[in-house]
């Protein structure tokens, strides 16, 4: 069965000092995560802090936005998963639209940071969607797919067991409009077969499948209400924490996925 995962996406938000006083009131308000993962991914910067505030024993799981391939090197600017690894980082947002659009990071790109953050033993959690332009056209099945194969190409199946895909319409991302369960669940399905058919393995069924776009407390139950839906990638109802809490909290009372 898979477990249930809800991740925080800061993006760039919080201050060090800032995401040290939001841990610390999260874990104010929830002891016990009953089971399922929760992820958090603060800025860079913020990360040392996090891992402070929440201490040895904390059951949050930490991650990063972003890494690049190379492992050192003389390439300014960037973060190795060596880096990532060494401050307790257990996974790592791969290919985020908002990377792909502002950032300029290609399909083959997303294929280098999978494979750089599987060899440092990081999850990688990788993001796809389509853009409204994709969907309006009917292509939206076609670039999901495209985007797996170039991501994943060349990677053998049993490096494959620790990633986690994040289904995000570029067009829900931020926008207040979530795609709807009939919507989403189509393209999870998609994503599942796409695995088994990469792999030639049933890699679909073991890999956990989450939505992102617009999650709220108020809609994530529509979500997991799919065995499809494993999960959540949240970016603007994650920054406050009692209404992260709840996101999870809901994820929690919902029935677990047995897909
Ligand atoms: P949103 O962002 O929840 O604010 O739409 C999701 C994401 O970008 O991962």
């Not at 600017?77 to 307790?88: A, Q, T, V």
């Not at 502002?102 to 599987?118: E, P």
Request: charged fraction near 20%.
């Amino acid at each position: 069965m898979r477990t249930r995962f809800i991740v925080g996406n800061w993006k760039m938000n919080k201050t060090a000092s800032e995401a040290a006083a939001f841990v610390r009131e999260l874990a104010r308000q929830v002891t016990d995560l009953g089971g399922i993962h929760v992820g958090l991914t603060p800025p860079f910067t913020a990360l040392q802090a996090v891992r402070d505030a929440l201490g040895p024993a904390s059951p949050f799981l930490l991650g990063a936005q972003n890494l690049y391939w190379e492992d050192k090197g003389a390439f300014t600017g960037e973060i190795s998963g060596s880096m990532l690894k060494d401050l307790g980082c257990r996974f790592v947002l791969v290919g985020h639209s908002e990377r792909r659009q502002f950032f300029g990071d290609q399909d083959s790109w997303t294929n280098k940071k999978v494979l750089a953050a599987i060899r440092h033993g990081l999850q990688p959690i990788l993001c796809v969607g389509e853009t409204l332009q994709d969907r309006d056209a009917g292509n939206t099945d076609q670039v999901i797919q495209r985007q797996l194969h170039a991501a994943l190409w060349g990677i053998e199946p049993q490096a494959l067991g620790s990633l986690t895909i994040a289904y995000e319409p570029v067009w829900a991302i931020g926008t207040g409009r979530a795609a709807s369960p009939d919507q989403a669940v189509p393209v999870h399905r998609l994503i599942r077969r796409t695995l088994d058919e990469l792999s030639g393995t049933d890699l679909g069924h073991q890999v956990r499948i989450l939505y992102g776009g617009s999650v709220t407390p108020t809609n994530i139950a529509d979500f997991l209400f799919s065995e499809e839906i494993d999960g959540a990638l949240v970016g603007g109802a994650c920054l406050d924490p009692a209404c992260f809490a709840t996101l999870f909290s809901v994820a929690l009372r919902s029935t677990p996925s047995t897909a």
